[in-house]
């Protein structure tokens, strides 16, 4: 490449400056000087041999092109994970966590290994447009689930409390 070509000259250069300068400085008795310009002259040879010792590093490769159709579910998929409300799937008596709040809430990443019987019972019998809830967790850890409804949402009871006055 030029930018190495250049790098070499300039390199070259600086050396050949340097065993100049340090000739110069010896002959009129300015060792440390002379010293100096030998340590420069030494440093940028080094600097040489290192650089043609390495091999030339290859640029990446270039990802490759994302269709159209993969970019789509990509955003959706990004837009269902940014929803606040928690999403699950009920499918053949499996419950699947379908974005971020559903994983916080149920702390499960795909599969919920143990769902409670009650919202799966819930989720299975309710049909669209209906609103059930559901009352899970011993009295330290209630929790209250909205199933069919199209908002559903999954918040402690003393929350609603609160919103109510």
Known sequence: MAS???RATLRAL????????????????????????????????????????????????????????????????AYLDLSPAPLVALDDGRLRVVN??????LGASDLV????????????????GRTVTIDIGDESDLRSFRAGHRRSCARRPDDADRRAD
Do not use: F
């Open 100 to 105: 971020r709040a559903a994983r916080r809430l």
């Open 4 to 6: 190495d070509r250049l």
């Open 14 to 77: 600086v050396v050949a400056a340097a065993g100049a300068a340090g000739a110069v400085a010896a002959t009129r008795g300015l060792y440390a000087t002379a010293l100096l310009a030998a340590l420069i002259a030494v440093w940028i040879a080094a600097l040489n041999l290192i650089d043609t010792g390495q091999p030339q590093a290859q640029s990446p490769s270039p990802p490759a092109p994302i269709t159209a159709g993969e970019e789509e579910r990509r955003r959706l998929t």
């Open 113 to 128: 290994a143990d769902p409670p019987p009650a919202l799966v019972a819930a989720l299975s019998d309710t049909r669209p």
